[in-house]
């Protein structure tokens, strides 16, 4: 098991090298606007320009400015300047990242609670009124766009412009101050982030329970005069939870990379996904780059930890 970790770590700090080349190429070779132009300003003469770009060492070969921006990540955990804020990327990210992490956090307790108790639900009453009605709700909401779901649902429920002013709306967030003042500008996004999640959580689940129930050990246990209860949950559920772990540990590595980048910017969040959003829309590649690249190492972590997970919650994985 060790051996493998070791294995995994070395795989992922492989795969964290590869990623920073391609962004770097893309971000780079094929950039949509000059990085010295972006941070000298619009009434910039060509020579202040052509400092900036000596400064920020854009004169350089690619592969001395690539060596260079490596040495900085892995050495001094510095993802370079922001061209429009003229700060680190990396106090950019780490302002941002707590309300990211409100978000994850919230939706994924609400799409693991009602995802996993949907599909056990669905599977045990297999063709049943509850089961058709739980999988046409969950095909409904995963057919639906988050941003659609968040406009909808600022419509309807928002106190500021809702119909019904149940939550609180746009920009609540940045202007709570307490605990329970963030909880509660966070229960609409938490709902819709975790809708269309939740739904394809239930369908997995549901089929992957479906299968589990059908093996040898599970008739074995009921044999054996064990309640149906603790059959299902103790024995069924351990073995069918694993492609749900599979798709956590995908799931929240995106997210906190960025990938509520519809949520964030619909709710007006102050998040990662929505400095990504303000990084593209003013071509800011520097914090364009960061983000990318601190987001795939959440994803590699995260892939690592589900790795592990496996061994622990079903006795027929083991890693040699």
Same mark, same amino acid.
């Given at each position: 098991?060790?051996?493998?970790?070791?294995?995994?770590?070395?795989?992922?700090?492989?795969?964290?090298?590869?990623?920073?080349?391609?962004?770097?190429?893309?971000?780079?070779?094929?950039?949509?606007?000059?990085?010295?132009?972006?941070?000298?300003?619009?009434?910039?003469?060509?020579?202040?320009?052509?400092?900036?770009? $000596?400064?920020?060492?854009?004169?350089?070969?690619?592969?001395?400015?690539?060596?260079?921006?490596?040495?900085?990540?892995?050495? $001094?955990?510095?993802?370079?300047?922001?061209?429009?804020?003229?700060?680190? &990327?990396?106090?950019?990210?780490?302002?941002?990242?707590?309300?990211?992490?409100?978000? &994850?956090?919230?939706?994924?307790?609400?799409?693991?609670?009602?995802?996993?108790?949907?599909?056990?639900?669905?599977?045990?009453?297999?063709?049943?009124?509850?089961?058709?009605?739980?999988?046409?709700?969950?095909?409904?909401?995963?057919?639906?766009?988050?941003?659609?779901?968040?406009?909808?649902?600022?419509?309807?429920?928002?106190?500021?412009?809702?119909?019904?002013?149940?939550?609180?709306?746009?920009?609540?967030?940045?202007?709570?101050?307490?605990?329970?003042?963030?909880?509660?500008?966070?229960?609409?996004?938490?709902?819709?982030?975790?809708?269309?999640?939740?739904?394809?959580?239930?369908?997995?689940?549901?089929?992957?329970?479906?299968?589990?129930?059908?093996?040898?050990?599970?008739?074995?246990?009921?044999?054996?005069?064990?309640?149906?209860?603790?059959?299902?949950?103790? $024995?069924?559920?351990?073995?069918?939870?694993?492609?749900?772990?599979?798709?956590?540990?995908?799931?929240?590595?995106?997210?906190?990379?960025?990938?509520?980048?519809?949520?964030?910017?619909?709710?007006?969040?102050?998040?990662?996904?929505?400095?990504?959003?303000?990084?593209?829309?003013?071509?800011?590649?520097?914090?364009?780059?960061?983000?990318?690249?601190?987001?795939?190492?959440?994803?590699?972590?995260?892939?690592? &930890?589900?790795?592990?997970?496996?061994?622990?919650?079903?006795?027929?994985?083991?890693?040699?």
């Amino acid at each position: 098991m060790f051996r493998y970790i070791v294995r995994r770590i070395l795989w992922g700090i492989a795969m964290l090298f590869i990623v920073s080349a391609v962004i770097f190429l893309i971000f780079y070779i094929l950039p949509s606007a000059d990085p010295a132009v972006l941070r000298a300003g619009r009434n910039a003469g060509p020579q202040q320009i052509a400092a900036i770009r $000596h400064v920020l060492g854009l004169d350089k070969p690619i592969y001395v400015q690539y060596l260079r921006y490596m040495r900085d990540v892995f050495l $001094h955990f510095n993802f370079g300047y922001s061209y429009q804020y003229s700060v680190p &990327v990396r106090q950019l990210i780490f302002n941002r990242l707590p309300a990211t992490i409100w978000l &994850v956090i919230g939706a994924v307790i609400i799409w693991l609670g009602i995802g996993i108790s949907v599909g056990i639900i669905s599977a045990v009453r297999r063709r049943s009124f509850v089961d058709r009605a739980s999988m046409t709700t969950s095909l409904a909401f995963i057919s639906a766009p988050v941003f659609w779901l968040g406009l909808v649902s600022l419509y309807l429920f928002a106190k500021d412009i809702g119909r019904f002013k149940i939550f609180d709306g746009q920009g609540s967030f940045a202007g709570a101050s307490t605990v329970f003042e963030k909880a509660g500008a966070m229960l609409l996004p938490w709902l819709v982030l975790a809708a269309a999640t939740a739904a394809i959580y239930a369908r997995y689940m549901r089929a992957s329970m479906i299968d589990t129930m059908g093996e040898d050990y599970i008739r074995t246990a009921r044999a054996k005069g064990l309640p149906e209860r603790t059959v299902i949950l103790r $024995h069924g559920l351990r073995s069918a939870i694993t492609p749900i772990v599979t798709l956590i540990g995908l799931d929240v590595g995106t997210l906190l990379a960025g990938n509520a980048i519809l949520t964030e910017t619909v709710f007006n969040i102050p998040g990662v996904g929505r400095l990504l959003y303000q990084a593209i829309s003013q071509s800011d590649l520097t914090t364009i780059q960061g983000i990318t690249l601190f987001g795939a190492f959440f994803i590699v972590f995260f892939n690592l &930890v589900v790795d592990i997970a496996y061994a622990y919650l079903d006795p027929r994985v083991r890693y040699s």
